[in-house]
């Protein structure tokens, strides 16, 4: 069982302390929602989680699969199974789409991986995002719509089969149509078994993908939890901050 705890997690970026103690327990498939306005801290936890070097984990652990992860590396989180598709894409001019998908598949699956193999994975995984095919001869992010970025963090998401996705806004900057096609691709990698937690300030994300908890964050730390009807509270009402 692939199982994501957060412990008492505090943490901050140049000195300024940003997590207040965040707790949370993703279990092997489930789906969790985390909410809050802007600047609450929602962001920052998943940078956190993924190991990026400017924050520092003042307190608590990040435990994967029994193992304190906490001060390990982002490529050693990645390769065991953690991956964060990013709410500001970076742009990569000269690398394809095509290519960086390869490198990673590689880096994860061993150098006797089959290209063969890859490829018809990445054909279907286009099919399913209804991408054309020329899409991945582009440079990575380069002159990509925001939709069209959001669904090349899901086709890496598709293709790389993590066991913890972590989507940090994956629905800002989509048109309908192209959040429906995300949602699709989300719920497709849940089938698999991979667990999400899924960071949005919308529900309407979460008419196509229903979590299996939802979270509300505010100032660094988690104040409430429920079902998928506490989005449909948080639509309604607000976070009840000013």
């Given amino acids: 069982m692939n199982s994501l705890e957060i412990k008492d997690l505090h943490a901050s970026i140049n000195g300024k302390k940003i997590l207040n103690g965040i707790d949370l327990n993703i279990k092997q498939g489930e789906v969790h929602a985390l909410m809050g306005p802007n600047g609450s801290g929602k962001s920052t936890l998943s940078y956190v989680l993924m190991g990026h070097p400017k924050y520092k984990i003042e307190r608590g652990q990040i435990i994967f699969n029994g193992e304190d992860i906490s001060k390990m590396t982002p490529d050693k989180r990645a390769k065991l199974g953690l991956f964060l598709g990013f709410q500001y894409p970076?742009?990569?001019?000269?690398?394809?789409?095509?290519?960086?998908?390869?490198?990673?598949?590689?880096?994860?699956?061993?150098?006797?991986?089959s290209y063969v193999d890859f490829n018809e994975a990445l054909e279907e995984k286009i099919k399913l995002l209804r991408m054309d095919k020329s899409f991945i001869s582009r440079y990575l992010n380069e002159g990509f719509s925001g939709g069209e970025k959001k669904k090349a963090e899901v086709l890496q998401l598709l293709v790389l089969k993590p066991r913890i996705a972590i989507m940090?806004?994956?629905?800002?900057?989509?048109?309908?149509?192209?959040?429906?096609?995300?949602s699709n691709g989300l719920k497709k990698i849940v089938e698999?078994?991979?667990?999400?937690?899924?960071?949005?300030?919308?529900?309407?994300?979460?008419?196509?993908?229903?979590?299996?908890?939802?979270?509300?964050?505010?100032d660094g730390k988690i104040v409430k939890s429920g079902d998928h009807n506490l989005a449909k509270e948080i639509e309604e009402k607000g976070y009840g901050v000013n």
């Fill in 90 to 113: 970076v742009e990569v001019s000269g690398i394809t789409l095509k290519n960086f998908l390869w490198t990673a598949y590689k880096s994860l699956n061993g150098n006797g991986t």
């Fill in 168 to 182: 940090d806004e994956i629905d800002s900057g989509t048109d309908v149509d192209a959040l429906k096609i995300v």
């Fill in 192 to 218: 698999n078994k991979t667990s999400v937690l899924l960071i949005t300030h919308y529900q309407r994300i979460l008419n196509y993908v229903k979590p299996d908890f939802v979270h509300v964050m505010i």
